[in-house]
């Protein structure tokens, strides 16, 4: 069984430019959940997908977007990055779309945009 | 809204002691909370949840309290180790149809050996 990897580990972007990070599901999970970690901070719920469909959003603006494809892997897509997007974004996944079910959580991407 | 606070950002303890971490949460309609383990570089690891129906679940070493009349919620680790230093969080959803977790800022666990 392997867990929920993620790539890349450590990325540096600048302002406006796009990112695409990526998620590989634990086996046997069909729900990936992605949170925003800013230093300090607790992850923040940017939006799960279940079943290759946006299944709930957090307050994060359409800039966010993100995919899910039919091997449950997903992509988080930030377009026209600012500087607080910088922070570690966590790829969770589960069997339990509701919240429920126990997340397990990748290493994270670090993201910093200069 | 809801929000999830700590009351303490960091705990020092002696290797050996119990730990008790604690936390408030806001919103009354939260029916499920977690505990994540987040040590330096990784993501947060599950320690244990507890569902509003209880009111204590114990697990390896640890032990889960939910006070619903004061919104509170504490993590106790028993017999603290060097391992257990990391940063502690509490999260909590709402069952209902709430999809998504909302974590306090988390406490800092120090264990000294």
């Known amino acids: 069984e392997t867990g929920v990897t993620q790539s890349p580990t450590h990325l540096i972007k600048t302002r406006g430019q796009q990112v695409t990070l990526r998620c590989s599901s634990q086996?046997?999970?069909?729900?990936v959940s992605w949170y925003q970690q800013a230093l300090g901070q607790g992850p923040q719920f940017i939006f799960q997908y279940y079943r290759e469909e946006e299944n709930g959003r957090g307050n994060f603006p359409p800039r966010f977007s993100g995919l899910q494809f039919p091997n449950y892997s997903s992509e988080l897509n930030v377009n026209a990055l600012e500087l607080d997007d910088s922070a570690l974004y966590l790829c969770?996944?589960?069997?339990?779309?509701?919240?429920?079910?126990?997340?397990?959580f990748g290493e994270g991407s670090r993201l910093t945009v200069l | 809204g809801e929000s999830v606070g700590l009351h303490l950002p960091t705990l020092s303890v002696q290797e050996g002691d119990n730990s008790i971490i604690n936390c408030a949460y806001s919103n009354s309609a939260s029916d499920y909370f977690i505990w994540y383990k987040q040590e330096s570089g990784k993501g947060p690891q599950f320690i244990i949840d507890?569902?509003?129906?209880?009111d204590k679940r114990q697990g390896q070493r640890v032990t889960v309290l939910l006070n619903k009349t004061v919104k509170h919620l504490s993590l106790q680790i028993a017999a603290t180790q060097p391992g257990d230093s990391a940063v502690y969080f509490c999260a909590e959803t709402d069952q209902t149809g709430a999809n998504n977790l909302f974590f306090g800022t988390g406490t800092r666990l120090t264990v000294i050996p």
């Open positions: 969770a996944s589960s069997w339990d779309r509701k919240g429920t079910g126990e997340l397990f």
């Open positions: 507890i569902r509003s129906n209880m």
């Open positions: 086996s046997g999970h069909n729900t």
